[in-house]
C-alpha cells in the first residue's frame, strides 16, 4: 500500500442519513430489520472490545470522532519485518493507523495492547497517527499486534516520513478543495443577490428568477463545502456533546432553510449570500488555523525527511554497496562524499567540515574534531570520509526530535484548556440566545417567523467562538515557530506559559556554564619532551583529562605497551601517569582536575586542566537578571571550582558537590516557597531536576535522558538563545491574553446588535469571521524577531 492510497483512506466518510439508532461499534446507518451492527467485522471488533473489558471507549469517544468502520482485509504487509531489536531483548515496532481520529481512539487502541502480557509500552499519537509498541520476546509477535488493531476496526501501514507528509496533503487537500467550492458558490450567489438588494424596481418575476438562481447556486455550495462542519456536529449530537461545529452547522442551516422558504413564497430577500459566505470565511480560518498549528511539526517532519534516501556502506573487505539508510545498523561503516547529507549519526577518524544549519541553524560550517560525534542532516563541505555509525536511523538524533515533538503534540496547556471549556460553554449559551431572540421578536413583537429569524439567525452566527477557541493556539503555534527558527524546540505544550513566569534560574555548571570538555592550563611552563611523553601516554586512554593531554600533542604517537588502571590512571613499565595518589603524591585542592607525570629518578609533572566556561555564559546570566530572573549554580563539582566559575559569570549563589537527588531536593525546596525555578542542565544527573522544575531547558549536546525530562530543547548549542526564549514566551502570553481580551469584548458588542435586529446574517458572518482574523493576525506578531 503506498503511502497516497493509504493517506486517502483517512477521508473514507460513513454514509449519510443515518440515524440515532446507527452500527453499535461504527455508527454507520442501519438498513430496518439489519440488527445492531453493520456488518459482520463491526460485530467482531465490538466483541472484541467487550472481551478485552474496553466497553468505556465507547463512552470516551469524543465528539468529533469520525466513523470507525471495520476493515475488510487483513494487513497487506509482515510486520515482523518492520520489527527491530533493541537493548536488553526487546523489540519495537512503528505502524501508521488509519481512523484514529479522537483521545477515545488513541485510548482504546493503547489498553488493547496493554492487555498482552509480553507488551512493554505501546503509544499511539493522535496528531501523527503513529503507533509505537516495544515487547519482550519474538519479532514474530508483531504479526498478531497488527492483526489485533485491525479486528478493532483501524487500518494500519508502516510508518513513515512519506506516510506522515502524505496524509497531511491530503488533510490539507480536502479543506482546499471545500474553500474552494465555497469560494466559488458565494462570489456567484452574491452577484445573484447584489442584483436584488439594490433593485428595489424589480418585478417579481424577475425577482424570483433571480431567487431561484441564488438557490440553485447556493444549495449544493451549503451541501458539499459544510461537510468538514455538519460532520462534526452530526457526531456531536449522536453522543450528546456539543462544539463549535454545531453552532456554525445551525446558522448555515437555518440560514439556508429561512433563505429556501423565501424563495418558495416569493419574498423580497434571502440570505443565501449569507450562509455561502459564512462558509467560505470558515473555510479560509480553518485552513490557515490548520496550517499554522502543523508548522512545527511540519519543521521536524522536514527534519525526518532529511533521512530519506539512499547510503554508501562499505563492506569488510572495502567494497561498497547502495542500501536504505533505514537499513544500516550501528558498527556499519559508511562513505560519505563530498557535498552529500549524512544520513545517520556517527563518528569519523579524520577532521571533517560539515554544514550544520539543517538541524541547529548555524551560519557557518563547523570543523569537527576526530572521534566527535557527526549528527545526521548535516553535510559534507570537505573531502569525502568514512563514517562509522554510531545510531541506527529509528534510534537517532533526528528521530529523537521527532520524538520530543510528539510528546508536546500530546499534552494541552492551559491557557489552551481554558479557551476551549469556554467555547464548549458558548455552544449552548448561544442556542438559548438565538432560540429567546426568534421568540421575543415573533411572540414579543408580533411579526412573523419568517422575519423573526433573521435576528435569531444573525445571533446564532455572530456569537460563534471561532476567535476565542483559536485565540491562544494560534499565539503559539507562531511563537514555537518563531523559536525554532532560532534554533529553540519547544518540547512541551506548556513550556511558554511556564516558561514566561519563571523567576528563578537554576543552572548547572558542566555542560551547561561550560564546554564540558576540560583543556590543559598553560600557567607555567611544561618540558617538551615531557609533555609529548605523556601525551602519547594518553592516546591509551578515554578518560576525559587523557583526552584533553592527547589534543596537546596532536603529533604525539601512541606507546605501545601502555596499561590503563581504572579509576588511576595510565602505567607504561615503571612510568606512571595518573592521580596524585596512583603515582605516590600526597593529595592537593583541585585534584580532580589534575593529573600528575612520575618517573624513577625525576620530579613529577603535574597537568593542571580547567573546563572552559562557554563564550556567552556571563551575557546570558547579565540578560536573566536583566529580565527579573535570580540565578543559582547547582552542580557536583568541587567548591573552589563551581566558586570560580559562579565570581566570572555574575551568578549570585552556588553549590557545590550536588548529588542528583541533592538538585532535585533543591528544586522542590524553591517550589515550595512559591518562587518558579528554570532548571537547566545536560547530564543523566540533571534528569530529576529538569523534571521537577516549574520549566527546564537543556542543551543540543545534552544526554538523551536529560532532553527528555526538558521542556526546551536549544537546538543551537550553547544557552545564549534562552533569554531570548524568555523574552518570546512573555511577549507570546501578553498576546495571548490580548486575544482573549479582544474574543470576549467581540462578543459583549456584537451579541445585543444582533439580538436587536441591527446584524443581518452576513454581516453577522463577515464581523465573526473578522474577529477570527483578527486574532490570528495578532498572533503573527508573536513570530516577529525583535530582541528583548
Known amino acids: 500500500m503506498t503511502a497516497e492510497a493509504f493517506a486517502g483512506q483517512r477521508f473514507q466518510k460513513a454514509p449519510v442519513g443515518h440515524s440515532l439508532a446507527g452500527c453499535r461499534h461504527c455508527g454507520a446507518a442501519l438498513i430496518p430489520g439489519q440488527g445492531d451492527f453493520c456488518c459482520d467485522g463491526c460485530a467482531g471488533a465490538h466483541a472484541l472490545v467487550q472481551g478485552l473489558g474496553l466497553d468505556a471507549f465507547y463512552l470516551r469517544r469524543d465528539a468529533s470522532a469520525a466513523s470507525l468502520k471495520a476493515p ?153 463545502a459544510g461537510m468538514p462542519f455538519y460532520r462534526s456536529a452530526w457526531h456531536a449530537a449522536r453522543t450528546g456533546r456539543t462544539n463549535m461545529d454545531l453552532a456554525v452547522s445551525l446558522g448555515v442551516i437555518a440560514t439556508t432553510a429561512m433563505s429556501l422558504s423565501e424563495v418558495l413564497r416569493n419574498g423580497p430577500y434571502t440570505w443565501f449570500d449569507g450562509a455561502t459566505s459564512l462558509l467560505a470565511l470558515l473555510l479560509a480560518g480553518r485552513l490557515l488555523d490548520r496550517r499554522m498549528r502543523r508548522k512545527a511539526g511540519q519543521a521536524v517532519a522536514e527534519l525526518l525527511a532529511l533521512q530519506d534516501g539512499t547510503v554508501t556502506v562499505q563492506d569488510d573487505g572495502g567494497r561498497a554497496r547502495e542500501v536504505q539508510a533505514e537499513q544500516v545498523r550501528a558498527g556499519d561503516l559508511v562513505c560519505v562524499a563530498a557535498g552529500e547529507r549524512l ?95 426568534f421568540l421575543g421578536w415573533w411572540l414579543g413583537v408580533g411579526i412573523d417567523w419568517q422575519a423573526a429569524l433573521v435576528p435569531a439567525v444573525a445571533a446564532l452566527i455572530v456569537t460563534c467562538p471561532c476567535g476565542l477557541a483559536i485565540a491562544v493556539p494560534a499565539v503559539q503555534v507562531a511563537a514555537a515557530g518563531a523559536l525554532f527558527r532560532r534554533g529553540i ?189 528554570l532548571m537547566v542542565g545536560d547530564g543523566i544527573n540533571d534528569a530529576g531536576a529538569l523534571s521537577l522544575a516549574h520549566v527546564s531547558a537543556s542543551p543540543a549536546n545534552a544526554a538523551g535522558v536529560a532532553q527528555a525530562a526538558s521542556d526546551i530543547v536549544l537546538l543551537g548549542g550553547g544557552l545564549v538563545a534562552l533569554p531570548f526564549a524568555i523574552h518570546v514566551a512573555r511577549r507570546a502570553q501578553s498576546l495571548a491574553r490580548q486575544n482573549i481580551a479582544f474574543s470576549l469584548t467581540y462578543n459583549v458588542v456584537a451579541v445585543p446588535a444582533a439580538v436587536l435586529g441591527y446584524v443581518t446574517p452576513l454581516v453577522a458572518a463577515v464581523v465573526m469571521a473578522s474577529s477570527s482574523i483578527i486574532v490570528i493576525l495578532n498572533a503573527l506578531r508573536a513570530g516577529s524577531d525583535p530582541q528583548p
Open 343 to 437: 544520513r545517520l549519526d556517527g563518528v569519523s577518524e579524520v577532521d571533517v567540515v560539515l554544514d550544520m544549519s539543517p538541524t541547529t541553524g548555524e551560519s557557518v560550517p563547523r570543523r569537527l574534531a576526530a572521534g566527535q560525534a557527526l549528527p545526521a542532516g548535516a553535510i559534507n563541505m570537505g573531502a569525502a570520509f568514512l563514517m562509522r555509525v554510531s545510531a541506527a536511523l529509528r534510534e537517532g538524533s533526528l528521530a529523537a526530535l521527532g520524538r520530543l515533538l510528539e510528546r508536546a503534540e500530546q499534552g494541552r496547556g492551559r491557557f489552551v484548556s481554558i479557551a476551549d471549556r469556554a467555547a464548549r460553554i458558548y455552544v449552548p449559551t448561544v442556542h438559548v440566545i438565538a432560540a429567546m431572540t
Open 489 to 677: 524546540l519547544v518540547a512541551s505544550p506548556t513550556a511558554l506559559e511556564r516558561l514566561a513566569t519563571a523567576d528563578y534560574a537554576l543552572l548547572d555548571k558542566t555542560g551547561t556554564l561550560t564546554t564540558g570538555q576540560p583543556e590543559l592550563l598553560l600557567d607555567h611552563p611544561h618540558d617538551p619532551a615531557t609533555l609529548r611523553l605523556a601525551a602519547s601516554m594518553a592516546r591509551a586512554s578515554r578518560h576525559p583529562l587523557a583526552l584533553a593531554l592527547a589534543r596537546i600533542c596532536p603529533d604525539a604517537p601512541a606507546l605501545p605497551g601502555v596499561a590503563e588502571i581504572s579509576g588511576n590512571g595510565l602505567r607504561l613499565g615503571e612510568v606512571r601517569l595518573g592521580s596524585a595518589a596512583f603515582c605516590g603524591l600526597p593529595e592537593a585542592p583541585g585534584a580532580e582536575m589534575t593529573m600528575f607525570l612520575s618517573r624513577p629518578g625525576q620530579e613529577p609533572a603535574r597537568f593542571r586542566f580547567r573546563d572552559q566556561l562557554r563564550p556567552e555564559s556571563s551575557q546570558v546570566v547579565a540578560s536573566m537578571h536583566d529580565l527579573g530572573l535570580a540565578t543559582e549554580i547547582l552542580s557536583g563539582d568541587a567548591p573552589e571550582v563551581v566558586q570560580a566559575a559562579a565570581e566570572q559569570t555574575g551568578v549570585g549563589h552556588w553549590q557545590a558537590r550536588m548529588a542528583p537527588t541533592a538538585k532535585a531536593s533543591r528544586v522542590e525546596a524553591l517550589r515550595a516557597t512559591g518562587l518558579r525555578p
Open 72 to 224: 475488510d482485509a487483513a494487513p497487506t504487509f509482515d510486520a515482523a519485518s518492520l520489527a527491530t531489536e533493541t537493548a536488553g531483548g526487546l523489540h519495537r515496532l512503528e505502524l501508521m493507523i488509519c481512523g484514529l481520529s479522537c483521545g477515545a481512539c488513541v485510548w482504546l487502541v493503547e489498553q488493547a495492547l496493554a492487555t498482552e502480557p509480553d507488551v512493554m509500552r505501546a503509544r499511539a499519537n493522535l496528531s501523527t497517527r503513529r503507533l509505537s509498541i516495544t515487547w519482550r520476546g519474538e519479532a514474530n509477535r508483531a504479526r498478531d499486534f497488527a492483526a489485533l488493531i485491525v479486528r478493532l476496526g483501524f487500518r494500519v501501514a508502516p510508518w513513515s516520513p512519506a506516510c506522515l507528509r502524505a496524509t497531511e496533503d491530503a488533510e490539507g487537500q480536502a479543506l482546499l478543495r471545500a474553500l474552494g467550492i465555497a469560494a466559488f458558490g458565494s462570489m456567484n450567489v452574491m452577484l445573484v443577490s447584489v442584483a436584488v438588494w439594490v433593485g428595489g424596481d424589480m418585478g417579481e418575476q424577475t425577482r424570483a428568477l433571480m431567487h431561484w438562481l441564488a438557490a440553485l447556486i447556493a444549495l449544493p455550495t451549503v451541501l458539499v
